[in-house]
């Protein structure tokens, strides 16, 4: 099933099905920072009407650290493949263990086996078509943990491209 993203922006944005429906919602105030020194980026389900409908998790970041995943209440460890690699692993609150590889701004997260079974690919904007986030059958029934995952990898790639450009 494929998602577009209204915004091509892991931390603020909308997750629109095929039918044109709000279904998942990324938020990052920025108001406490002056305060905490932390972002929270929460990601919710959004009922029919609008409303968020409840939590699925949220990435705590913290200046200069990796982003801190929960997913459904649970820490999440997200770990380099590699030690030069920008591939990240984690295990899902299913027991498995998940890859999300990068090529060229495009990502892939697949199991961490020898199927490499994908659950979700991420393609980002071009000038004519939304960023999509599309889910395997497989990945829609950990929808929860690839959301704020790809919030975390994704936004922990995008900041170290910025950097990289400062």
């Known amino acids: 099933m494929n998602f577009s993203l209204a915004t091509d922006n892991p931390f603020n944005t909308t ?3 095929p039918d044109g429906r709000v279904v998942y919602r990324m938020e990052t105030p920025t108001s406490s920072y002056a305060f905490t020194g932390t972002l929270t980026t ?8 609008g409303q968020n409908e ?3 998790g949220r990435v705590v970041w913290q200046s200069g650290k990796p982003g ?5 209440g649970h820490e ?25 590889s990068f090529d060229n701004g495009s990502s892939l997260m697949a199991s961490n086996d020898s199927k490499q079974a994908p659950a979700a690919t991420y393609t980002p904007s071009t000038r004519s078509n939304p960023g999509l986030l599309h889910f395997t059958p497989h990945g829609l029934t ?14 922990e790639r995008r900041n170290s491209q910025r950097k990289k450009t400062l």
């Open 54 to 56: 409840g939590e699925l």
């Open 42 to 49: 929460t990601v919710s389900k959004v009922a029919p009407n």
């Open 15 to 17: 997750l629109i099905s």
């Open 68 to 72: 801190t995943v929960v997913a459904h």
């Open 142 to 155: 950990i929808t929860g943990d690839v959301l704020v995952t790809f919030v975390c990898v994704e936004g």
């Open 76 to 100: 999440l460890h997200i770990a380099k493949s590699k030690l030069w690699g920008s591939s990240r692993t984690f295990t899902a609150l299913n027991g498995q263990s998940y890859k999300w």
